[in-house]
């Protein structure tokens, strides 16, 4: 039976992540308030039209599995896995021929350019401009792991729990990514 224990404002990710998945109900509901915004911005750039099924996806996936979570990695780490996980399967469930490795947002969902996606509308400068049409054009998994590395200022370590890589990769693909990001660009 699910409990409703009381949980403050000074409650950490990893003591709610814990009551949550004992059956607290209040510590899944202050995660989930303290991580949607973060969770909404991962998957705006990397779809068309609303997240919110996403978002919800991933919290459905969360509280699903939490009762296995035992603090082995942060609660953010934990948590954007399974959002990569549900983008991933996002992609493949619309694209039998979907791999995130070399398949881009570009190639995946045929962005067209000139019509400006929320995101784009968003944004003031033609350097930002520029900067997303790159990042679009990286493979999925290189597009995650830049915007997780510098919008979210994910650590290697928790960047390498979340996609489930040696933390050496990390570092070696971040600087793979950042260099191809910087040629792109450039053009």
Known sequence: ????????????????????????????????????????????????????DLVQDTFLGCSRSIARFEGR??????????????????????????????????????????QPSPIEQLLDHEEKDRVLLALRTLPLREQVLVELAYWEELSNRELAEIMD???????????KARAELRSLVAR
Do not use: C, Q
Not at 15 to 27: F, T
């Open 1 to 52: 039976m699910p409990m409703y224990g009381a949980t403050d404002r000074g409650t950490g990710d990893l003591e709610l992540a814990l009551a949550w998945g004992r059956g607290d109900l209040r510590a899944g509901d202050r995660l989930t308030e303290r991580y949607s915004t973060n969770i909404r911005r991962f998957f705006f750039n990397k779809t068309l039209g609303s997240t919110e």
């Open 73 to 114: 990695s942060s609660f953010r780490s934990y948590l954007f896995s399974i959002a990569r996980k549900v983008l991933y399967r996002h992609y493949r469930d619309r694209d039998v021929g979907f791999d995130p490795l070399t398949s881009s947002i570009a190639e995946v969902v045929s962005l067209d350019f000139e």
């Open 165 to 175: 890589i040696p933390m050496g990769t990390i570092k070696s693909r971040l600087r």
